[in-house]
C-alpha cells in the first residue's frame, strides 16, 4: 500500500466526470488499498478516486466515527433517496476555511460493486447519506461548494 497525493480544488481532474469501472484488475484492487490509507492518513471519512487523480467510479468510506469499518464502493449509484438534512461538510481537496453547510437527502439506496465483483443494494442514512452524496458527487465533477445551502 502506499499513500497517494490528494488533488486539491482548481485541478481540472476534480471537474471531470468520472469513468465507470469495467472489471477489478490488480490496478483496481491497488488503488482500492491505497485509498483507504490516504483517507486514515488524512483523517477524512471519505475519499473518492479522482481525488487521487484517478478518473474512475470508486469510493472509499468511514462513515461511523465509532467504528474502524470502511466500505468501498465501486460504480456506486444512488437510486432512491428521500427526506433532508442539513449540515456542515468539508473535503480534503478543498480548503477547510471554504466549509459550508449543504442539505442532503436523510436517506438513500446504494448500489455498488465490492472489490470481490459482488453487487450491493443497501439503505443509508443519516451521515452516511451524507458521505456517499458527498463522494458520489466527486465522481460527476461536482464539489460540495457548488451546493452551499443558504437556508437557515
Ligand atoms: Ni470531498
Do not use: W
Amino acid at each position: 500500500m502506499a499513500l497517494r497525493n490528494i488533488f486539491k480544488e482548481g485541478e481540472p481532474i476534480l471537474r471531470r466526470v468520472a469513468r465507470e469501472v469495467g472489471g477489478i484488475d490488480e490496478r483496481v484492487v491497488t488503488l482500492l488499498d491505497d485509498m483507504r490509507e490516504t483517507m486514515i492518513k488524512a483523517d477524512g471519512v471519505g475519499l473518492a478516486a479522482p481525488q487521487v487523480g484517478v478518473s474512475k467510479r470508486i469510493i472509499v468510506i468511514k462513515p461511523d466515527a465509532e467504528s474502524d469499518e470502511i466500505v468501498e464502493m465501486i460504480n456506486p449509484v444512488i437510486s432512491e433517496q428521500s427526506g433532508v438534512q442539513v449540515g456542515v461538510e468539508g473535503c480534503l481537496s478543498v480548503d477547510s476555511s471554504k466549509n459550508c453547510k449543504i442539505a442532503r437527502p436523510m436517506r438513500l439506496k446504494i448500489e455498488y460493486t465490492d472489490r470481490n465483483g459482488v453487487r450491493h443494494s443497501e439503505y443509508a442514512l443519516g451521515f452516511k447519506a451524507r458521505v456517499i452524496c458527498h463522494e458520489t458527487d466527486h465522481l460527476n465533477g461536482i464539489l460540495f461548494i457548488d451546493k452551499e445551502y443558504r437556508g437557515r
